[in-house]
């Protein structure tokens, strides 16, 4: 439900502090709060279960947007103002008009994931990712290829930060997220306690083709650094390395490109055994 509509003509006002910047997406994430930009995926947000604190958006749009808010159980403060104020915040081509503030859900254990699971089942992990970008392009192949969680490792970028949930185009809000305070550990009690394959994206002449290895069984794919990629110790908990074929002088893709070949792969493999039929 709305709890108040206040029509701003500043943006230096304290309450939407979160909304002007970039550069303190950490601290807000420390704080437990998310931003969510632009109208598809505010959309999704508002549709989702998650706690929304306010929104911030062009006076125009309060008409439309005024009976979707109305429905949500949860107290909501609604900033309006001009498109020309607007366009001073950061990245006004990609919230084009309206933003929102969720608070972060509290995060799954990797035992609750499993006490509801699907098998086969696929998660992935992500090792030592630095950029927001990629972990939201990520977070978007997995939910566009069913899988079921996403460990995030220690070392590993948030999803709920402000560019990774822009790049999810709002997919985030349906995958439950795990995060692992120790990934090693984590592939270690999947592997020896859940039998999940543990499968490592390694583009390395001596791992296997990706074509060559069966997905069709619990599998969690291992992702790694955008440099140096995973890392010894995560390697060594990995039961195989897989590399994508490609043409001669080519050796790797993008990390979030490389995820979704090795995804749909996956779900091509599953389709044809009839596992998602």
């Known amino acids: 439900m709305i709890e108040l509509i206040k029509e701003i003509s500043s943006l230096d006002l304290p309450e939407i502090e979160i909304y002007r910047t970039l550069k303190k997406s950490q601290r807000h994430r420390d704080e437990g709060l998310f931003v969510v930009e632009g109208d598809k995926v505010v959309n999704r947000f508002l549709q989702s279960d998650l706690r929304v604190v306010s ?25 309006t103002t001009s498109a020309s104020l607007l366009k001073n915040i950061v990245g006004y081509r990609y919230h084009q008009g309206i933003m929102a503030v969720g608070m972060i859900p509290q995060p799954r254990s990797l035992e609750q994931v499993l006490a509801v699971l699907t098998e086969p089942a696929i998660f992935v992990a992500l090792d030592r990712l630095e950029s927001a970008e990629n972990t939201g392009v990520i977070v978007r192949n997995c939910a566009a290829n069913g899988v079921q969680a996403l460990i995030v490792g220690e070392r590993s970028t948030d999803p709920f930060l402000r560019r990774a949930v822009r790049n999810s185009m709002g997919t985030l809000f349906k995958l439950p997220i795990i995060y692992s305070e120790n990934l090693a550990t984590t592939l270690a009690q999947l592997r020896d306690s859940h039998n999940f394959q543990i499968v490592a994206a390694n583009p390395n002449a001596q791992s296997h083709s990706l074509f060559s290895v069966d ?9 790694g650094n955008e440099g140096v990629g995973i890392a010894p110790d995560i390697l060594n908990q990995c039961d195989i390395k897989v ?16 995820s979704a070949v090795i995804l749909y792969e996956a779900t091509r493999q599953r389709y044809n055994s009839g596992i998602f039929l």
């Open 243 to 258: 590399r994508i074929p490609m043409v001669s002088n080519v050796d790797s893709l993008n990390v979030a490109c490389a």
């Open 55 to 79: 929104i911030l958006m062009v006076s125009d749009l309060l008409d439309f947007y005024y009976p979707i808010i109305e429905k949500r159980p949860e107290k909501i403060n609604i900033y």
């Open 215 to 223: 997905l069709c069984k619990n599998c969690c794919i291992v992702l």
